[in-house]
């Protein structure tokens, strides 16, 4: 037998008051308490009834919900930024709608932008790499934040974690451990971080004098294979570095697996740095020894500053960055003596 969805009319009985009270107390408009729009909503919940967003966007001009466009959300750090948007959208009182952004080459279906138009308050934009898109919602007036975004979208306001201070103390640990001959795994050209972490290691090995050598440069664009590319690479090298600072965890992994099936040893024989510090960086053989981004931190941050767009008021600064933290573990070491 097919369940019943309780009216407007009978939450507002429940509640013992009238229906045009109950319907601007659901809607977020003025001239009700706030206790008796809490108990409003609390009854609403526990009847199930549901209002309609739409509808409650075109009369309040809210709809309580923060539309997120991500790409990448199999990849574990991807789906835990996500993950920590959900809880602070839901800590501040709003639902969140996720649109997975498979193709990120191409724009996302013309259905999805009306859906984010119609129902959403404002939208986080997660590694938007498609140019267009976001200034389209834009153009729409709905408050647009990314994070980590990429160089054509400069223009939006945007949360990231340091990644150039990150790339640094990574360079600093292994410098310090004796390593000069260090190569590097890049991550997706069209992102900011990644450029931030070239330049890093590029800044490093100028000022801590070590190698440079083209050939240590290698493409990752932050995944598993691209990883394990550069590490093929790395091992025909006939002059091989003592040490890998990859972009991220990912990367880094790939070339750890490629390293150690072609005999090398870690981090007797070579070192590996990443960055993330996704939760499998813990339980990886070695542990990885990365650079932990603030997940938690960047997904509340977002929030905070869109809630803030959507209330019209102006972003603090064009784009927070938010401190990183190196996590010593066992994939590096001091350099061998050879």
Same mark, same amino acid.
């Given at each position: 037998?097919?369940?019943?969805?309780?009216?407007?009319?009978?939450?507002?009985?429940?509640?013992?008051?009238?229906?045009?009270?109950?319907?601007?107390?659901?809607?977020?408009?003025?001239?009700?308490?706030? +206790?008796?729009?809490?108990?409003?909503?609390?009854?609403?919940?526990?009847?199930?009834?549901?209002?309609?967003?739409?509808?409650?966007?075109?009369?309040?001009?809210?709809?309580?919900?923060?539309?997120?466009?991500?790409?990448?959300?199999?990849?574990?750090?991807?789906?835990?930024?996500?993950?920590?948007?959900?809880?602070?959208?839901?800590?501040?009182?709003?639902?969140?709608?996720?649109?997975?952004?498979?193709?990120?080459?191409?724009?996302?279906?013309?259905?999805?932008?009306?859906?984010?138009?119609?129902?959403?308050?404002?939208?986080?934009?997660?590694?938007?790499? +498609?140019?267009?898109?976001?200034?389209?919602?834009?153009?729409?007036?709905?408050?647009?934040?990314?994070?980590?975004?990429?160089?054509a979208h400069a223009e939006f306001p945007s949360v990231a974690a340091d990644s150039y201070g990150?790339?640094?103390?990574?360079?600093?640990?292994?410098?310090?451990?004796?390593?000069?001959?260090?190569?590097?795994?890049?991550?997706?050209?069209?992102?900011?971080?990644?450029?931030?972490?070239?330049?890093?290691?590029?800044?490093?090995?100028?000022?801590?004098?070590?190698?440079?050598?083209?050939?240590?440069?290698?493409?990752?664009?932050?995944?598993?294979?691209?990883?394990?590319?550069?590490?093929?690479?790395?091992?025909?090298?006939?002059?091989?570095?003592?040490?890998?600072?990859?972009?991220?965890?990912?990367?880094?992994?790939?070339?750890?697996?490629?390293?150690?099936?072609?005999?090398?040893?870690?981090?007797?024989?070579?070192?590996?740095?990443?960055?993330?510090?996704?939760?499998?960086?813990?339980?990886?053989?070695?542990?990885?020894?990365?650079?932990?981004?603030?997940?938690?931190?960047?997904?509340?941050?977002?929030?905070?500053?869109?809630?803030?767009?959507?209330?019209?008021?102006?972003?603090?600064?064009?784009?927070?960055?938010?401190?990183?933290?190196?996590?010593?573990?066992?994939?590096?070491?001091?350099?061998?003596?050879?």
């Open positions: 037998m097919a369940r019943r969805v309780p009216t407007l009319a009978q939450i507002a009985a429940a509640a013992g008051v009238s229906a045009m009270t109950a319907s601007r107390a659901l809607a977020g408009q003025p001239g009700v308490s706030a +206790e008796l729009r809490s108990e409003l909503r609390r009854l609403a919940d526990e009847m199930g009834y549901e209002t309609n967003r739409v509808a409650r966007k075109l009369v309040s001009g809210s709809s309580r919900v923060i539309g997120v466009l991500a790409s990448g959300l199999d990849t574990p750090f991807v789906a835990a930024l996500v993950t920590a948007i959900a809880r602070a959208g839901a800590a501040a009182g709003h639902d969140v709608l996720i649109d997975a952004v498979i193709d990120y080459e191409r724009r996302p279906a013309g259905s999805v932008m009306q859906l984010l138009q119609q129902f959403t308050d404002g939208v986080i934009a997660v590694l938007p790499y +498609e140019h267009g898109f976001v200034q389209t919602l834009s153009r729409a007036r709905i408050p647009v934040m990314t994070i980590d975004h990429p160089r990150g790339a640094r103390a990574a360079m600093a640990h292994l410098a310090a451990l004796g390593h000069r001959r260090i190569a590097f795994i890049g991550g997706a050209a069209q992102l900011e971080s990644s450029h931030e972490r070239r330049r890093a290691y590029d800044d490093a090995v100028a000022v801590l004098s070590l190698a440079r050598d083209a050939t240590l440069v290698l493409d990752g664009d932050y995944t598993l294979e691209g990883g394990r590319r550069a590490g093929e690479r790395l091992l025909k090298l006939r002059k091989r570095p003592t040490a890998v600072f990859a972009a991220n965890d990912l990367s880094a992994f790939g070339a750890m697996a490629v390293l150690q099936q072609g005999g090398l040893r870690i981090p007797t024989d070579i070192s590996i740095v990443g960055f993330d510090d996704i939760p499998a960086a813990a339980q990886w053989h070695p542990s990885l020894t990365t650079v932990r981004q603030p997940v938690e931190e960047l997904g509340r941050a977002t929030v905070q500053t869109l809630l803030a767009l959507i209330a019209g008021l102006h972003a603090a600064t064009p784009q927070l960055i938010l401190p990183t933290e190196l996590v010593v573990r066992e994939s590096s070491g001091r350099v061998a003596t050879r």
